[in-house]
């Protein structure tokens, strides 16, 4: 488009252009092989548990599984210039390639997935200026303190295998704080199962981008203002699985949505 001496035309002309064009960067496909020996045996519990089963038993309605991860380095970006909304039916939003850096954080979040037929997904989220274990502890315990969790049977955290969760010393720690909580890892390189990617999918696409905000306060503000997740009262995407193996994803009706900051 550049070479075209263009700086705005319609979007039929430019996927016009693009069509006519030999390099096409936008059609590819990514994959990654397995690597962990094991991963049959720890990916097939998590799946079980997103059909509510454990160890071929189904979870007491009393039970819940939370998936849980953070986002680091979150930056907050003001633009140098006043990012300009949308114009009707006239141009798209329009936002100052410049900026300067205001600092970065991290968020944590947890997605109770709910109950298929009942309970209604929730999440849980933090903005903490690092990440790590002490910021992933608090997360838990902003959960597990409160009802029903605190007095639940069983509560199931799946995790991935980062550095404040990874390996038998994070099971340790945690249940040993939290009796009724079970930590259960998917395999390594596998997050892409763990259904709060979903979610922070969401907020990167609904809350964060264009990123312009004017400092750590306002970046946090955004994530934790339920207005900002409008997209979860519409219907979060849901990872279920059928047969233990295909993978699907199901819209449900909304969620509830609680959050607190450490900024």
Same mark, same amino acid.
């Given at each position: 488009?550049?070479?075209r001496?263009?700086?705005?035309?319609s979007?039929?002309?430019i996927? *016009?252009?693009?069509?006519? +064009?030999a390099?096409?960067?936008?059609?590819?496909?990514?994959? @990654?092989?397995?690597?962990?020996?094991?991963?049959?045996? *720890?990916?097939?519990p998590?799946?079980?548990?997103?059909?509510?089963?454990?160890?071929?038993?189904?979870?007491?309605?009393?039970?819940?599984?939370i998936c849980?991860d953070?986002?680091p380095?979150?930056?907050?970006r003001?633009? #140098?210039?006043?990012?300009l909304?949308?114009?009707? $039916?006239?141009?798209g939003?329009?936002?100052?390639?410049? &900026?300067?850096?205001k600092?970065?954080?991290? &968020?944590?979040?947890?997605?109770?997935?709910? /109950?298929?037929?009942?309970?209604?997904?929730?999440?849980?989220?933090?903005s903490? $200026?690092?990440?790590?274990i002490?910021?992933? +502890?608090?997360l838990? /315990?902003q959960?597990?303190?409160?009802?029903? &969790?605190a007095?639940?049977?069983?509560?199931?955290? @799946?995790v991935d295998?980062?550095?404040?969760?990874?390996g038998?010393?994070? %099971?340790?720690?945690?249940?040993?704080?939290w009796p009724?909580? %079970? =930590? %259960?890892?998917?395999?390594?390189?596998?997050?892409?199962l763990?259904? @709060?990617e979903? &979610?922070?999918? #969401?907020?990167q /696409?609904?809350?964060?981008?264009?990123?312009d905000f004017?400092?750590?306060?306002?970046?946090? *503000?955004?994530?934790w %203002?339920?207005?900002t997740?409008?997209?979860?009262?519409?219907? =979060?995407?849901?990872?279920?699985t059928?047969?233990?193996?295909?993978? $699907?994803?199901?819209r449900?009706a909304?969620a509830?949505?609680?959050?607190?900051?450490?900024?």
């Amino acid at each position: 488009m550049i070479e075209r001496s263009v700086c705005e035309a319609s979007a039929s002309t430019i996927a *016009r252009w693009l069509a006519e +064009d030999a390099l096409k960067p936008w059609q590819h496909h990514s994959w @990654i092989f397995p690597t962990d020996p094991a991963f049959l045996e *720890r990916a097939g519990p998590v799946l079980d548990l997103y059909q509510g089963r454990w160890q071929g038993k189904l979870l007491h309605p009393g039970e819940f599984v939370i998936c849980a991860d953070e986002k680091p380095s979150i930056q907050a970006r003001a633009r #140098i210039r006043e990012t300009l909304p949308p114009a009707s $039916r006239s141009r798209g939003q329009r936002v100052e390639h410049t &900026y300067q850096r205001k600092g970065a954080l991290t &968020y944590l979040a947890a997605l109770d997935i709910g /109950r298929r037929g009942g309970r209604r997904p929730r999440v849980f989220g933090r903005s903490e $200026r690092r990440g790590g274990i002490d910021s992933f +502890d608090r997360l838990v /315990r902003q959960v597990m303190s409160k009802q029903p &969790y605190a007095s639940a049977h069983r509560v199931f955290w @799946i995790v991935d295998n980062g550095s404040s969760h990874r390996g038998q010393k994070a %099971v340790e720690r945690l249940e040993r704080r939290w009796p009724n909580l %079970v =930590l %259960v890892h998917l395999p390594t390189h596998a997050s892409w199962l763990n259904q @709060i990617e979903i &979610y922070f999918s #969401i907020v990167q /696409r609904k809350a964060l981008e264009p990123n312009d905000f004017n400092d750590l306060t306002e970046l946090a *503000r955004t994530l934790w %203002v339920p207005e900002t997740r409008s997209a979860l009262s519409a219907g =979060l995407a849901v990872m279920e699985t059928e047969g233990g193996s295909r993978r $699907r994803f199901k819209r449900v009706a909304s969620a509830d949505v609680h959050s607190t900051s450490a900024v």
